[in-house]
C-alpha cells in the first residue's frame, strides 16, 4: 500500500536501553522529518533529511541518532533511552522544495520509557 | 526566527456554533501555509493551504485566509460537528539555513464540540 507506515505503534522500554523506530514511506519523496508531540510542546522537529545520506538536526537533536541509506526508510535511534524521552514520535515525507507543497505523516509509535 | 503561534486551549464549543482558532506567524517573505488537523490516536493530515497573500483556502467547511498585513491564518468554521474535535496545527515550512527545508508547528489546539 502506498504511504507512510511507522512501526512499532507502541513500544514500552526500559531506561538506559537503545530502541529504534522506523518509518518508511513508498511515494520516493526526497524530504523526511522526525517530529516528537508533547503535552505543551506541540510538535518539535528532531531530525529531518533531505535525501538519502543528508540528514540534519531540528530543535531537539540530542539522544537521538538517524540514518538514511535509502530514500524510502529514515530509522530513529534512541542510543540510551531516558523517561524524557516518553512521548509520541511522528514521521514526515514530503516531495521538497516547492512553495505549496505538504507533508504526510505516518501514524504515530507512542514510547514508554520506564 | 521563524515561527508560529496558535491561540491557547482547549476550545470547548457546542454543535453548529462558530469556529476561529487564531494562528499569527513570523517569517521573512511570504510562505506558504497549511492547517493540519490531528484526530485522536492519528497522524496529522493537511486541512487546508494557501500559498500566497490573500489566498483563501477551504477544505470540509473549513476556511483561512492567508493575510499578510497582519500576518495571521485564522481558522474559521461557521457550523462545527461533534466529528470536528480534534487537534489542529497550524504550519508553514521554511529553508533551513543548511539550504535544505522544514516545517514549522504552532502547539496546536485542541477542539472539543458537545452535542
Known amino acids: 500500500d502506498a504511504g507512510i507506515t511507522q512501526s512499532p505503534r507502541y513500544k514500552i522500554t526500559e531506561t538506559g536501553r537503545q530502541v529504534t523506530l522506523m518509518c518508511h514511506q513508498t511515494w520516493s519523496h526526497s524530504y523526511m522529518f522526525w517530529y516528537r508531540q508533547d503535552l505543551g510542546h506541540g510538535l518539535r522537529l528532531i531530525y529531518y533529511s533531505a535525501a538519502a545520506d543528508i540528514t540534519d538536526k531540528g530543535e531537539v537533536p540530542d539522544g537521538y541518532v538517524v540514518s538514511r541509506s535509502k530514500t524510502e526508510n529514515f530509522p530513529l535511534t534512541l542510543e540510551s533511552a531516558t523517561r524524557s524521552q516518553t512521548s509520541v514520535y511522528f514521521c514526515?515525507?514530503?516531495?521538497?522544495?516547492?512553495?505549496?507543497?505538504?507533508?504526510?505523516f505516518g501514524q504515530g509509535t507512542r514510547l514508554t520509557v520506564v | 526566527g521563524d515561527s508560529v503561534t496558535q491561540m491557547e486551549g482547549p476550545v470547548t464549543l457546542s454543535e453548529e456554533a462558530f469556529l476561529t482558532i487564531n494562528c499569527t506567524y513570523t517569517?521573512?517573505?511570504?510562505?506558504?501555509l497549511f492547517w493540519y488537523v490531528q484526530y485522536p490516536g492519528e497522524g496529522l493530515q493537511l486541512l487546508l493551504k494557501?500559498?500566497?497573500?490573500?489566498d483563501k483556502g477551504s477544505n470540509k467547511g473549513f476556511e483561512a485566509t492567508y493575510r499578510k498585513e497582519t500576518t495571521s491564518f485564522h481558522l474559521e468554521k461557521g457550523s462545527v460537528q461533534v466529528s470536528d474535535s480534534a487537534v489542529y496545527f497550524c504550519a508553514l515550512p521554511r529553508l533551513a539555513t543548511s539550504g535544505t527545508y522544514k516545517y514549522i508547528f504552532g502547539t496546536g489546539t485542541r477542539l472539543k464540540v458537545l452535542a
Open positions: 517569517a521573512t517573505g511570504y510562505p506558504s
Open positions: 514526515a515525507s514530503s516531495a521538497g522544495l516547492i512553495r505549496d507543497t505538504e507533508a504526510f
Open positions: 494557501a500559498t500566497k497573500a490573500d
